[in-house]
């Protein structure tokens, strides 16, 4: 089992509650605007904290309230790419793109700089500063970035919203390449079922 998830969380007045199970490459987590998605994917990255449940990753348990077991982010070995990208303006993409190799303790590292960018086809870039890429670029030093962090599941939450059709294609070919070449389960959060349709193996469709 890839992803093992029962929680509930509180966020405002609000209350989330999530329970999925997959064996998938990459699971969809499906449902409209407000409904959690963003929420769910920050519990599982530590940066929320459940009221309740437990979240299981690949067999190790990274929360479990009842025995008051939670993980801080760093622990977690997760690589999470945002739906805004959040590369760092004043940095290169080098520089970029080693800060997340730098959170990853030596032995654990599974993926070297310049695999990195030749799996996403960015080695011309790593002089560039982020302002000067293109949506599509900026998403593949991002993906790359969390590569890097020698993760063993990735996050990402709507990772093509930014970008135009013509990007987003070479986006999901990036996508699909992680899940069966680099065998990383990816939890992937969408609201377009098109989108989740092509890429997902399973999709968890969230209740309103
Ligand atoms: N920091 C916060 N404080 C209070 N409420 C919050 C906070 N962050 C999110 N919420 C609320 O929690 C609910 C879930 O938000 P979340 O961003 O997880 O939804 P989402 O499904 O990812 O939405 P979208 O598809 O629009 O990104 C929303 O009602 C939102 O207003």
């Known amino acids: 089992m890839f992803f093992d998830v029962d929680i509930t969380l509180s966020r405002g007045n609000r209350q989330i509650n999530a329970t999925f199970s997959s064996t998938a490459g990459i699971t969809g987590l499906f449902g409209p605007s407000g409904v959690g998605k963003t929420s769910i994917l920050d519990a599982m990255a530590g940066l929320i904290r459940p009221t309740s449940g437990h979240i299981t990753v690949a067999g190790s348990k990274l929360f479990d309230a009842k025995t008051k077991l939670n993980l801080p982010p760093e622990a977690r070995s997760c690589g999470y790419v945002f739906q805004d990208i959040r590369l760092f303006p004043h940095r290169n993409v080098r520089e970029n793109l080693l800060f ?109």
Not at 103 to 120: G, I, K, S, Y
Not at 137 to 155: H, K, M, T
């Open 100 to 208: 997340g190799q730098k959170l990853a303790p030596v032995d654990r590292r599974w993926m070297a700089l310049e695999e990195a960018t030749q799996f996403l086809g960015i080695a011309h870039l790593l002089e560039r500063r982020p302002r000067t890429l293109s949506g599509g670029e900026a998403q593949r030093v991002a993906i790359g970035r969390a590569l890097l962090s020698a993760p063993r599941f990735l996050l990402m939450d709507e990772p093509l919203s930014s970008l135009d059709p013509a990007r987003r294609e070479g986006i999901m070919t990036v996508i699909e390449r992680i899940r069966d070449e680099l065998h990383l389960p990816i939890l992937y959060v969408s609201h377009d079922r098109v989108e989740l349709n092509r890429l997902a193996d399973q999709i968890v469709e969230l209740p309103c």
